[in-house]
Nanobody, 120 residues
């Protein structure tokens, strides 16, 4: 199995920046795509960004142009650089890993989450 640990969250003023990290351990060779999700109180979990093992990336419209996902396969770590943060970005951010041969979301691995709070 794969274990994921997020870090880098905190409190930042609107317009500021944070970089989240997600360190993977265990059977990391089995991981293909990695993704970031977020969930604010009272809201559904929202997909934010994804990156494949080969490097292609995808972003939700709400963060496109402000967030950048990257991946260091040698370190088994994925990052989310968040710039020009807005109060509506306030959420718990979760790291997600999808293994090769996944049949659906039930096969995904999840981290414990890290809190990001953006003040106005």
């Amino acid at each position: 199995q794969v274990q994921l640990v997020e870090s880098g969250g905190g409190l930042v003023q609107a317009g500021g920046s944070l970089r989240l990290s997600c360190a993977a351990s265990g059977r990391t060779f089995s991981v293909s795509a990695m993704r970031w999700f977020r969930q604010a109180p009272g809201k559904e979990r929202e997909w934010v960004a994804s990156i494949s093992s080969g490097g292609p990336t995808n972003y939700a419209d709400s963060v496109k142009g402000r967030f950048t996902i990257s991946r260091d396969n040698a370190k088994n770590t994925v990052y989310l650089q968040m710039n020009k943060l807005k109060p509506e970005d306030t959420s718990v951010y979760y790291c997600n890993a999808r293994p090769y041969g996944s049949l659906g979301p039930g096969d995904d691995y999840w981290g414990q989450g890290t809190q990001v709070t953006v003040s106005s």
